[in-house]
């Protein structure tokens, strides 16, 4: 495992004496999606150094190091201060800070490729939210081979007015949406409705959704704001206007609990008719009605895979991506909601069901080889969350069996059974003891996922 979370100097320092068989994957962010792809590669071998910003917010260059060395319990002055889970975890060789890509991208670019230079070797990168999926693509370092399509096909996926036309196209349900005329100037595709229009049609409360959420996160905190009334409505668009961010109101989808699926898959570059595919229902969310996934389990729904597939085939998208749908109860069906072309909190979910999607896509860049055996139905726990709805609702009734918790508090379901874990797990303590270092105190990663 990586000994501490590193300054960059500090980083590049130790891969300058480190020596790599194969290719090393480049991990961000390093929290629980980045925790799960690690594992995912560690089983095949594969080195991991895990980069991200560093816990108070500092990134390239020193990292954001304090003279105590207080980032380090041994009080290494090269260590920083970083609460994601994956860094103590036995998968990652490597981890340090670099510059966050939204702050400086050229920073990150110029971090990378010191990183890069100092391994001595090529690396894969895997983004594992989306402005470190994006800032891969659009810096494109020196030396970093990409698992996945470059930027101007990422930005075509990720745009939700384009990836709503496809579904038109294609025939996909997805939520009643209008492309705003206010903040037309702003958008790529022309706009369907005023905000007075989109009101009548709608009704509220509705949604307003950005067509990139990059911009939109960064002016607003959020990726999607609830509006209760024309005011309100009225408030948010102008202020969108002014931040020159096209936005579109979309119907509040009552959505049935426990009922979201998603297709996890990996996309070669031959094609969508290779892909290596699962669909998971998040039977549980944390909160319930809109908080992240913390039970998913795998499920057998053609539709969802066949309309997932066909709209990333449409945009000639290669590389891991979840497609999200969630289950309309007024329409009885499935609507796509987002594709995020990266990996996800539940990651490690399709990688225990013997579908091992960042192998898969570390193999189609490098000379390493990966193919899958089959599935098997598997569920995927993320315990911190799912004892904590347990602890603070009681309408939740728990759903794993007495003989699943047995295997949990064992740790036999390392061995047996279909479940498998976000953190926790006794043959590699370090990510689980990690979230008991930082749930008790006055901080948190900047990041659910």
């Not at 570059?269 to 908080?291: E, I």
């Amino acid at each position: 495992m990586a000994a501490q979370f590193l300054s960059t100097e500090a980083l590049i320092d130790a891969l300058a004496d480190a020596s790599f068989d194969r290719p090393p994957a480049l991990v961000s962010n390093a929290h629980v999606t980045g925790l799960g792809v690690a594992r995912a590669l560690d089983a095949h071998d594969v080195p991991v150094i895990a980069l991200d910003r560093a816990g108070d917010g500092a990134g390239g260059g020193d990292g954001g190091a304090d003279a105590s060395g207080a980032g380090d319990p041994g009080g290494n002055a090269d260590a920083v201060r970083h609460d994601g889970l994956a860094p103590p975890s036995d998968a990652v060789d490597f981890a340090g800070a670099v510059t966050y890509p939204l702050d400086d991208l050229d920073g990150f670019r110029e971090d990378v490729e010191a990183v890069v230079d100092a391994a001595g070797t090529e690396a894969v990168a895997f983004g594992c939210m989306d402005e470190w999926a994006l800032a891969y693509a659009e810096a494109d370092p020196d030396g970093v081979r990409l698992p996945f399509s470059g930027v101007d096909t990422l930005d075509d996926v990720l745009n939700k007015s384009e990836l709503y036309a496809t579904c038109e196209a294609l025939g996909v349900p997805y939520p009643e949406t209008y492309r705003l005329a206010e903040t037309a100037d702003a958008a790529t595709r022309k706009a369907d409705a005023t905000v007075e229009e989109a009101a009548a049609a709608l009704g509220f409360p509705l949604v307003v959704k950005p067509e990139l959420k990059r911009d939109f996160e960064e002016a607003f905190g959020t990726n999607v704001i609830e509006v209760a009334d024309r005011d309100e409505l009225a408030d948010v668009v102008a202020a969108a206007s002014d931040e020159g961010i096209a936005v579109m109101a979309q119907k509040r989808v009552e959505v049935a609990t426990g009922r979201d699926h998603s297709l996890a898959s990996y996309v070669p570059p031959s094609g969508t008719d290779d892909a290596l595919a699962v669909v998971g229902n998040a039977a549980v969310r944390y909160p319930q009605q809109f908080g992240t996934s913390c039970l998913v389990e795998m499920a057998d729904e053609p539709a969802i895979e066949e309309r997932a597939l066909a709209v990333l085939d449409d945009a000639d998208y290669h590389g891991i991506s979840e497609a999200e749908f969630v289950y309309d109860a007024d329409r009885d069906e499935f609507l796509l909601l987002d594709v995020n072309t990266r990996p996800w909190k539940w990651i490690g979910m399709p990688v225990a069901a013997g579908a091992n999607l960042p192998m898969a896509a570390y193999a189609a860049v490098t000379d390493a080889t990966y193919e899958s055996s089959g599935t098997e139905p598997t569920r995927w726990v993320f315990l911190r969350d799912y004892l904590s709805l347990l602890a603070g609702d009681d309408a939740f009734w728990d759903q794993l069996s007495p003989a699943d918790w047995r295997r949990l508090v064992s740790g036999a379901f390392e061995r047996e059974g279909d479940l498998t874990t976000g953190a926790y797990r006794p043959s590699d303590p370090g990510p689980a003891a990690k979230l008991f270092e930082t749930e008790f105190v006055d901080r948190e990663y900047y990041c659910a996922c």
